[in-house]
C-alpha cells in the first residue's frame, strides 16, 4: 500500500461523505445545517459548502495520487483500477444527486456517464490485446471543466452568480461536449483494435 494508493483510498473516503452529506436526511435526526442568505434572493445550504470543500480536497488527490505514482515510478495494476473507481464514485455519484436534486440538467450525468462507459470498453479491448490507450487532450480538458464546474455547483456558482454570469452551467456544458468529442476520438484512434478479429 504506497503513498498514491492512500490517497486514493482517501478519495474513496471522501466522496462517501459527500454522499452522505448530500442524501441522508440530517433534518429528520434533527440536524440542521446553517443557511446563509448571500442577498435577497441567494439561500446558501451549508452542507453544499462542506461538500464543496470535500470534493475540491477529493480532487487534489486524484492530481496528486498520479503525479506522485509516475514520478516516483509507484504505478501499479490495483492503484489503476482503484483510481478509476475512486473517480467514478467521486464525479458520478455527485453528478447524479445534483441532477436529482435540481441543481443541473439530468442530461449532465448522462452524457458523462455514457462517454465513461464506451471510453472504458474501448480501454478494456485494447488491454485484452496487450495495447495501452493514453489519455487524450480533449479528456483532459473534459475532467477540467468537469471538476471545476461541479465544484462551482456546489458552492452556488458564487461568486460568478452575483453577476447572474452561469459560469458552473458552462463548464458542465463544456464538459459534456466533450465527452462526446473524446468518446469519438478514442474510437477512432483504437478503432482498428475494436474491429480486428
Known amino acids: 500500500m504506497n503513498l498514491p494508493n492512500k490517497l486514493t483510498i482517501l478519495r474513496i473516503i471522501m466522496a462517501i461523505l459527500i454522499i452522505i452529506l448530500l442524501l ?3 433534518q429528520m435526526a434533527g440536524i440542521e445545517f446553517p443557511q446563509l442568505f448571500i442577498n ?3 439561500v446558501v445550504d451549508s452542507k453544499y459548502l462542506i461538500a464543496g470543500v470535500l470534493f475540491i480536497l477529493a480532487s487534489i488527490t486524484d492530481f496528486l495520487d ?6 516516483y515510478n509507484l504505478v501499479t495494476d490495483f492503484g489503476k483500477l482503484l483510481d478509476a473507481i475512486a473517480d467514478k464514485v467521486l464525479v458520478n455519484s455527485v453528478l447524479i444527486i445534483l441532477a436529482s436534486q435540481g441543481f443541473i440538467h439530468p442530461i449532465i450525468p448522462v452524457v458523462i456517464i455514457v462517454r465513461d462507459s464506451i471510453v472504458n470498453s474501448i480501454k ?3 488491454a485484452s490485446k496487450g495495447k495501452v490507450v493514453a489519455a487524450i487532450k480533449s479528456g483532459k480538458i473534459k475532467t477540467a471543466c468537469l471538476m471545476v464546474g461541479v465544484a ?3 458552492f452556488y456558482n458564487l461568486p460568478f452568480e452575483l453577476f447572474n454570469l452561469r ?5 458542465l456544458f463544456i464538459a459534456a461536449v466533450m465527452s462526446i468529442l473524446s468518446a469519438i476520438q478514442y474510437y477512432m484512434l483504437n478503432k482498428h ?3 480486428e478479429d
Do not use: C, Y
Open 24 to 26: 441522508l436526511p440530517f
Open 40 to 42: 435577497e434572493k441567494l
Open 66 to 71: 498520479g503525479f506522485i505514482a509516475r514520478k
Open 124 to 126: 478494456m479491448i485494447a
Open 152 to 154: 462551482l455547483t456546489l
Open 167 to 171: 459560469v458552473a452551467d458552462f463548464l
Open 193 to 195: 483494435l475494436i474491429l
